[in-house]
């Protein structure tokens, strides 16, 4: 691996793991802005989540008897900690990566950034091991493009991205990406998702547009629309526009693993039904619904999904999108510097 190969990684992880940082810090507040009694901090976050939860029918959740088990444990004299550890427990019954509850750490960094968020884990279960360092040693002279797309050859034909997140300051890089695809004649496109975390869901609406040559519904949305649980608006078709370079006559091979969450699952979800597209790898993490954050009494900030997804099929991704060809990379693969998946993706 050359100099500027592993500077262009450092760079690329850097960045990466600054985004993730980040990312939480616009959303909690102080958690001493009021008195708010815990019974009515704990009775306000169950009836938010009660009047704006989107799975509850697809998970089978029964949120009342759910209210039941966990109200025995709060009393107004619960202690501040007790009471977040209660509520916590209570939204990950949803199992929904994209549910919280959140407030600002007792002890925080200089920059603020240190939150206390206790999300429900999706991973959990899941053997997961990806390397980037290892994935280019299998590129031809790879190219950091912008901040969070990695991209290059396999070969002569087989044009590489690997993309770390859906970012609309990003999005534009992709027309460079296929032009140079096209001009290189790629008879094999690999999009590697892994690890991505998600970010800006039009945007994979928008990259499926360079792989249709007319308008194609890729999916739908449906919005929670009252207070009820079954209140949800008509679908809303969600619908690809071909973009040029078209490449859709090209294979498609979008390697994917459970930390492929939120929009990249919604990507895959778009993408798997079209004729030219396998999607390589382990199911992906889910996450098919958009949340919406609600600051309670306290100051705290709970947040659940309140739409949610499902591909021009009609199947929900909330609980993952399979892949065409499974296949797990070991950690011993990791340690010797092997990528079956993508291996697989390559052959394939």
Known sequence: MTQNTKNIIRRFLAFFCCAITIS??????????????PT????????????????????????????????????NSISSDSLFTVCAAMVRELRDGHCYIGRKAASSSAAGR????????????????????NVVKYIVNPQQKGRVLL??????????????????????????????????????????????????????????????????????MTQKSGKGRNDFSPKLSLTALPRSPYLGNVRVNIVINRSSFSASSYLAGMMANLPNVQLIGQITGGGGGGELPFELPNGWVVSV???????SKGKHIENG??????????????????????ETAIAR
């Open 24 to 37: 939480f810090s616009g959303c909690l507040v102080d958690s001493t802005v009021s008195n708010a009694s």
């Open 40 to 75: 009515i901090v704990f009775t306000t976050t169950w009836q938010y989540i009660s009047e704006t939860y989107s799975f509850f029918e697809l998970k089978k959740i029964d949120w009342d008897a759910i209210k039941q088990r966990y109200e025995t444990k709060v009393n």
């Open 114 to 133: 240190m939150f206390d968020v206790k999300p429900f884990d999706f991973e959990q279960g899941y053997e997961i091991h990806f390397s980037l360092p």
């Open 151 to 220: 991209t290059g050859m396999v070969g002569d034909s087989i044009g590489y991205v690997y993309y770390a997140g859906f970012y609309d300051n990003e999005s534009g890089l992709w027309q460079n990406v296929m032009d140079d695809f096209k001009q290189k004649g790629v008879r094999k496109i690999i999009l590697d998702i892994r690890n991505n975390g998600g970010g800006e869901p039009r945007i994979a609406t928008d990259l499926c547009g360079y792989f249709v040559n007319t308008p194609t519904v890729v999916g739908s």
């Open 305 to 311: 999904s309140c739409n949610y997804f499902t591909d």
């Open 321 to 342: 999108v399979e892949p065409t060809i499974p296949i797990n990379n070991t950690a011993e693969d990791v340690r010797q510097g092997r990528d079956r998946m993508l």
